[in-house]
């Protein structure tokens, strides 16, 4: 396997992150959601209070990301991407033990994350890395601007 790094996110790495965002609508939590615009990603890397931002490098160039916040004892995984062409290799995997890594030292109890009903697949991904379904809730939202 090529050379690959995680690290946390840098202002080159918002470009392609917001990329990403905007043609793949599995990242949206509903269709009428809009991806997070250039300036709220430059927010997350600049204000990483609460935050975990990292960014998959592979021979130096970015093919994924994982973008989890947290809050009061638990984290949340709120983004969770691998470029196509670089699925299948165990890139996601390395990701998300590498969050959960950095979950755990912060002292945080819990790791959650939302899969789409209808994304079995994704589900399965998750369930083989330890997670367990829980509740079923109902995603509401209420955009401003």
């Known amino acids: 396997m090529a050379h690959i790094t995680i690290a946390t996110a840098t202002h080159d790495d918002i470009e392609s992150v917001w ?3 905007y043609k793949n609508p599995e990242l949206l939590g509903s269709d009428d959601d809009e991806w997070y615009s250039k300036e709220t990603l430059q927010q997350w890397i600049l204000h990483p209070e609460n935050k975990i931002f990292l960014v998959v490098h592979q021979e130096g160039k970015p093919v994924g990301f994982a973008m989890t916040f947290y809050l009061r004892g638990w984290a949340r995984l709120d983004s969770l991407f691998v470029d196509k062409e670089h699925r299948g290799n165990g890139i996601g995997t390395m990701l998300v033990k590498k969050t959960m890594r950095s979950v755990k030292k912060k002292g945080l109890e819990e790791f959650d994350l939302i ?3 209808d994304k079995p697949i994704v ?5 083989k890395l330890g997670f367990k379904k829980g509740y079923r809730y109902i995603w509401m ?3 401003y601007g």
């Open 141 to 143: 939202q209420k955009r």
């Open 19 to 21: 990329q990403w965002g």
């Open 123 to 127: 589900q399965q991904f998750y369930e």
């Open 115 to 117: 899969v789409r009903e």
